[in-house]
C-alpha cells in the first residue's frame, strides 16, 4: 500500500483538502516543463469557467460557436455564428472582460471571429432535429347532451359574443380531454 493512501485511511481529510495535497504532490513530480503546461491548463481553465459565468445561458452566449484561450497572448478567441454578432460582442468586449475579471480571471482581450461559412451554430442544429417520437393524440370522449347544456349554461351570462364562443369551445375541449383521460383510467 502506498504511503499516501495510508495516510488517507487513517484520518479524516476534507475532501478539498485531500484534492490540494493530492495536486501539490502531482506538481511536485512533474518535471518543470510539465508542470508549466498544468498551470496554463488551470489557468484555461480558470478563463472558460468565468466565460460561462458571465456569458453561459444569455442572449449573446446563444451565438458562441467556439472558445479558445491562447495563453501565450492571455487572450480568449470567441467564435460566433454571424457577422452582426461579431461586432455586437466587439462592442461588448471591455463590459465582458471586466465582469470575467470580476468571476475571477484576467484576460488581457476578447477577439471575436466570425465562424467560417458551412459550420451550423448549435442553435440552428437544435432547431433542424426532427421530432424524436410522435405524441399520441390527446385523450378525448364525446360529452353527453346534459353537459353541453351545462356549458351553454354558464357562458350565457356573458355579453360579448366572440368572447363566449370562445370560452364555449375551451370548456368544451377541457371537458372531452378531462373526460377521455378519466376512462382511459377506468377499466
Same mark, same amino acid.
Given at each position: 500500500m502506498?504511503?499516501?493512501?495510508y495516510?488517507r ?13 493530492e495536486?501539490?504532490r502531482i506538481l511536485?513530480?512533474?518535471t518543470?516543463k510539465r ?6 491548463a488551470?489557468e ?6 468565468a466565460w ?5 445561458g444569455t442572449r ?12 501565450e497572448?492571455?487572450e ?15 462592442l ?6 471586466v465582469?470575467? +475579471? #470580476?468571476?475571477? *480571471?484576467h484576460?488581457?482581450? @476578447?477577439?471575436f471571429?466570425t ?7 448549435? !442553435?440552428?442544429?437544435?432547431?433542424l432535429?426532427?421530432?424524436?417520437? +410522435? #405524441?399520441?393524440? *390527446?385523450?378525448?370522449a364525446e @360529452?353527453?347532451e346534459?353537459e353541453c ?6 357562458? !350565457? ?5 366572440k ?5 364555449e ?5 377541457s371537458a372531452e380531454?378531462?373526460?377521455?383521460v378519466?376512462?382511459?383510467k377506468?377499466?
Amino acid at each position: 500500500m502506498r504511503r499516501a493512501n495510508y495516510e488517507r485511511e487513517s484520518e479524516t481529510v476534507a475532501f478539498s483538502g485531500f484534492l490540494n495535497a493530492e495536486r501539490q504532490r502531482i506538481l511536485a513530480a512533474a518535471t518543470p516543463k510539465r508542470r508549466a503546461q498544468m498551470e496554463a491548463a488551470e489557468e484555461s481553465r480558470t478563463v472558460y469557467r468565468a466565460w460561462n459565468a458571465v456569458c453561459s445561458g444569455t442572449r449573446e452566449g446563444r451565438h458562441v460557436t467556439g472558445l479558445r484561450y491562447l495563453p501565450e497572448s492571455n487572450e480568449l478567441l470567441v467564435y460566433l455564428d454571424s457577422p452582426s454578432w461579431t461586432q455586437e460582442m466587439t462592442l461588448l468586449r471591455e463590459i465582458i472582460r471586466v465582469r470575467m +475579471e #470580476r468571476a475571477g *480571471a484576467h484576460v488581457d482581450g @476578447l477577439v471575436f471571429k466570425t465562424t467560417a461559412p458551412g459550420h451550423t451554430p448549435p !442553435a440552428a442544429k437544435e432547431r433542424l432535429r426532427p421530432a424524436t417520437t +410522435e #405524441r399520441p393524440p *390527446a385523450p378525448h370522449a364525446e @360529452l353527453s347532451e346534459a353537459e353541453c347544456t351545462e356549458i351553454e349554461r354558464q357562458v !350565457a351570462p356573458i355579453e360579448d359574443q366572440k368572447l363566449r364562443e370562445a370560452l364555449e369551445n375551451a370548456m368544451r375541449a377541457s371537458a372531452e380531454w378531462a373526460k377521455g383521460v378519466q376512462s382511459k383510467k377506468e377499466p
